[in-house]
């Protein structure tokens, strides 16, 4: 920094790289109120990213565990859509190599829209392999939301090419033909998980909104078939449709 450089240029500066200590001990000394601003804004960016950097080493420590033993495919299975009033469940499962790194990876529910569909992209062009189950709401209503829940984690694994272990979200698979851990809130402590969650949510969420071109009137491309307020009137009003659990709306009849 051989002349001084304008707010803006810092601003880009901080945003685009990582600074030296030099040119931070140059920012630092500015008593330019706009730098010092930057520079706590700096600050925090680079304590978020640490934090993010802690938890993905945290949440990776069930895959070094066997990566660490020479298991190479660890598949991460989980699903989502088994609370909805419609549309099906959907269950992903997700093969990691080695060197992912995905900072700010998590359970599906914590993340936005955007970081969702953005992590999607990432997840899906750098896995080993993927897949995705689905089961839909006439098959739920015959077997029950567990074992529909179930049956979609089988088809996803089913799927995959080759895996040595299965790493599930709270749900014991007992049907599986390799070792397995079911650990709860899975899709919090484990990246492979996390990724069956992002991969499953934004499967479901795609399917939910396509549905709305065909029944705009359930809102399906904002509420994902939930029980929202609008979801129950349009249910009141216009009927319920096959992509319904009937076995979960007996409170429509039942309070008239």
Do not use: C
């Not at 709401?137 to 040595?164: F, G, H, R, T, V």
């Not at 934004?202 to 904002?222: C, K, N, S, W």
């Amino acid at each position: 920094m051989e002349e001084k450089w304008t707010i803006s240029q810092i601003k880009q500066y901080l945003m685009d790289k990582q600074p030296t200590e030099e040119v931070l001990q140059v920012l630092y000394a500015d008593e330019r109120k706009g730098v010092q601003t930057l520079l706590k804004q700096f600050e925090k960016r680079q304590q978020k990213v640490k934090e993010q950097e802690e938890l993905f080493h945290v949440m990776s420590q069930h895959e070094q565990k066997l990566w660490n033993s020479n298991v190479s495919f660890i598949a991460g299975v989980d699903e989502v859509g088994r609370g909805p009033l419609a549309g099906p469940v959907v269950a992903a499962a997700v093969i990691l190599p080695q060197e992912f790194q995905l900072l700010g990876i998590n359970d599906s529910k914590q993340l936005s829209k955007k970081n969702r569909e953005l992590f999607y992209q990432y997840i899906t062009e750098n896995a080993i392999d993927y897949a995705v189950g689905v089961v839909e709401a006439a098959e739920i209503d015959q077997i029950n939301i567990l074992q529909a829940s179930k049956k979609a984690m089988y088809q996803a694994l089913d799927k995959l090419q080759k895996k040595e272990h299965v790493l599930i979200d709270a749900v014991p698979l007992e049907r599986l033909h390799v070792p397995s851990d079911a650990i709860v809130k899975g899709d919090q402590k484990s990246i492979s998980i996390a990724a069956a969650s992002i991969v499953a949510k934004v499967t479901r969420d795609r399917m939910m909104e396509q549905l709305h071109q065909q029944l705009p009137a359930y809102g399906f491309d904002r509420n994902s078939g939930y029980g929202t307020t609008e979801h129950i009137n349009a249910l009141k009003s216009q009927g319920i449709t096959s992509y319904h659990r009937q076995s979960f709306l007996k409170f429509l009849t039942e309070k008239g």
